[in-house]
C-alpha cells in the first residue's frame, strides 16, 4: 500500500546507481485505491524524493505528492487482491479507482490480480477454541452447539423456533463502502423476513447509532454488538447460517471465504474479490457457494436474501451447497504460489537482466554511505 510506495521510486532515482540495490526490480501491491498516501509537495525535501518528481509524470495527483502513485508509477510490476478489483481499476467508469485508473492503464501490461488468502490454522472449526464443540464437515450436532452459543452471547433467546430459524451473520467495518447505506435503506422490508441478524463491528457512529436502534426496536430477532470481539466472531462464523456482505466495492474480503469453511453460506455483491470467491448457487446446486446480486440496490439485495432464506429451507439442497463451499481452498498456500510466478516472472524479465548482486566490498561501502547520511541529518 501506500506505506511502501516510495521503495520502487528510491530503486529507480536516488539508488538507481547504487552498487547493491541499483537496479534491483520491485513488486508494489496495492490493497485500496482510497488509501492514496497524500503529502503537500513541500515535504518531499525531507525524504530524499527529488523535487522534479512532482509531476504528472511522477507523484503528483491533483495538487498533492501521493505515494500510492509512486509505487504504481516506478515499480516494475504492480498486484492487488484480486483479479476482479483489477479488471474493475482498469475500467474507465469505474468510480471507485479514486482518480487512479488512467495511471493504471498506462502499467495494464505490468498489472494482475493475485487473491487474498486466509490463515487456515485461525479459521478451522475442527481445532476453534472458541467453539463449544468443534466440528467438521460431518458432525452438526457442533454446528448446532454453535448456533445455541451464539445466541446466548447476544442476548438471543436459543429456544426451538431461534435455532429453526436462519441467522444471519455480519462481522465487517460499517462503512459507506461495506454497504451500510443500502443495510439502513432496506431495514424495513429486512426485518419483515423470518431470520434473525447478528452484527460485530464498528465504523461511522451514524450506522452503529442505526444498528443498535435496530437491535433495540427488535430485541428477539437483532442483536448489534459495537466494537471487535475474536470469541463472537468466531461464534458468528460457526452459528451462523448465512453470511452478508452487500459491499458497495471490495478489493477482496475475508470473512466470506473464513465463513465458508464453517457452513455458514455468504450473501454477496458481485464485485472485487467477492465476484472471485463466491459462486452463484445454481439449480440444481453442482458448484454453487453462495448467493449473488449485481446492482447495488435495495431490491437486489432483497432478491439473494430471499434466495439464501429458500435454499435454507431446502434441506437437501442446502446441504449439497454447504458441501460445495467447504470444498473451497482459500489458504494463503494457494495465493502464495501466484506470488511467486509474479516474483520470478518479475526477476527473469529481460529488461531488468544485468542486475548487480554486488559485493562485499559494495557492501561495506553501502554501509559508509548510509552512516556518511545519518551524520548529516544529526
Not at 312 to 338: C, I, M, P
Request: charged share 25%; aromatic share 10%; hydrophobic share 40%.
Amino acid at each position: 500500500d501506500w506505506q511502501t510506495g516510495l521503495v520502487p521510486l528510491y530503486l529507480k532515482t536516488v539508488l538507481a546507481d547504487d552498487p547493491v540495490l541499483g537496479g534491483v526490480p520491485s513488486v508494489f501491491t496495492i490493497h485500496n485505491t482510497a488509501f492514496q498516501g497524500l503529502f503537500s509537495p513541500d515535504e518531499l525535501q525531507w525524504i530524499d524524493v527529488p523535487r522534479e518528481l512532482y509531476t504528472a509524470e511522477g507523484v503528483e495527483f491533483h495538487g498533492r505528492a501521493s505515494t500510492l502513485k509512486a509505487g504504481i508509477r516506478f515499480a516494475d510490476r504492480v498486484t492487488t487482491v484480486s483479479p476482479t478489483y483489477a479488471r474493475e481499476l482498469l475500467t474507465a467508469d469505474y468510480a471507485f479507482a479514486f482518480g487512479f485508473e488512467g495511471i493504471l492503464a498506462s502499467r495494464a501490461a505490468d498489472f494482475t490480480g493475485v487473491l487474498n488468502g486466509i490463515d487456515t490454522d485461525v479459521w478451522d472449526p475442527e481445532r476453534d477454541r472458541y467453539l463449544p464443540t468443534p466440528f467438521g464437515a460431518d458432525a452438526p450436532k457442533g454446528k448446532v452447539d454453535a448456533k445455541r452459543a451464539l445466541l446466548e452471547t447476544v442476548g438471543l433467546t436459543p429456544d426451538a423456533a431461534s435455532l429453526a430459524r436462519p441467522t444471519i451473520g455480519m462481522l465487517s467495518r460499517l462503512t459507506y463502502q461495506k454497504g451500510f447505506d443500502l443495510l439502513a435503506d432496506a431495514a424495513g422490508r429486512l426485518m419483515a423476513l423470518d431470520a434473525s441478524w447478528i452484527l460485530l463491528g464498528d465504523g461511522n457512529g451514524h450506522y452503529e447509532e442505526f444498528w443498535t436502534n435496530l437491535a433495540r426496536t427488535h430485541p428477539d430477532r437483532v442483536a448489534a454488538r459495537i466494537g471487535y470481539d475474536d470469541r463472537l466472531a468466531h461464534l458468528i462464523h460457526a452459528g451462523s447460517d448465512l453470511f452478508l456482505i452487500p459491499s458497495r466495492y471490495e478489493p477482496c474480503g475475508l470473512t466470506q471465504m473464513s465463513a465458508m469453511r464453517y457452513g455458514p453460506l455468504p450473501i454477496v455483491r458481485a464485485t472485487g474479490g467477492l465476484a472471485d470467491t463466491v459462486q452463484v448457487a445454481d439449480e440444481p446446486p453442482k458448484t454453487g457457494t453462495g448467493f449473488v446480486f449485481r446492482e447495488f440496490a435495495v431490491d437486489a439485495l432483497l432478491d439473494a436474501i430471499r434466495r439464501g432464506l429458500e435454499a435454507f429451507r431446502n434441506g437437501r439442497r442446502w446441504k449439497a451447497l454447504q458441501r460445495n463451499a467447504l470444498k473451497q481452498d482459500h489458504s494463503w498456500d494457494v495465493s502464495a504460489r501466484e506470488y511467486v510466478k509474479v516474483y520470478r516472472g518479475t526477476e527473469n524479465r529481460e529488461d531488468l537482466h544485468g542486475i548487480r548482486q554486488g559485493t562485499d566490498a559494495d557492501r561495506r561501502q553501502l554501509r559508509t554511505d548510509d552512516q556518511r547520511r545519518q551524520d548529516r541529518s544529526r
